[in-house]
């Protein structure tokens, strides 16, 4: 690799100066001074969200060979076939509506992570079975449906 190189991949890294400036790129316009107490709040962060212990999971997997097809409709569109495509994931979406943010939380025109729900009325699972197979599966995973996640 030649010096020249070199020298481009360290003025595209972001780097902090002693002076407290940081540079994004190679331009002066790109250099701004920030403060050691905006630094010190940054560090601080970043070693407190290092911290969190996560002792719940976000999503989860497993497949079941025997699981029956639960025969999801939704209200007004009809029988939802699985597996799920992308255009029957904009069906469902469009029956629903944004996943309201959290308190003290903000967006920009829209909602974070562009979540969408249904409420119990606009979709039902139509094969009996489907509610059986759960009721079986869930205690397996330590999962209360009965909270509200």
Not at 71 to 88: M, S
Not at 101 to 116: D, K
């Amino acid at each position: 690799m030649s010096s020249e190189s070199d020298a481009s991949e360290r003025a595209d890294e972001e780097s902090v100066s002693d002076e407290g400036s940081i540079s994004g790129g190679s331009s002066a316009e790109e250099t701004r001074k920030v403060s050691a107490a905006e630094i010190c709040l940054k560090t601080e962060l970043l070693n407190d969200l290092d911290e969190i212990e996560e002792k719940s999971s976000f999503s989860f997997y497993e497949r079941h060979s025997s699981s029956p097809n639960p025969c999801l409709h939704v209200k007004g569109y009809g029988l939802i076939p699985l597996p799920l495509t992308a255009r029957d994931a904009k069906v469902i979406a469009r029956a629903g509506s944004p996943v309201p943010l959290p308190v003290n939380e903000t967006a920009v025109g829209r909602p974070v992570c562009h979540t969408w729900e249904l409420n119990n009325e606009q979709f039902k699972f139509e094969n009996p079975e489907w509610q059986q197979f759960v009721d079986n599966v869930l205690p397996a995973w330590r999962f209360d449906a009965s909270k509200r996640i």
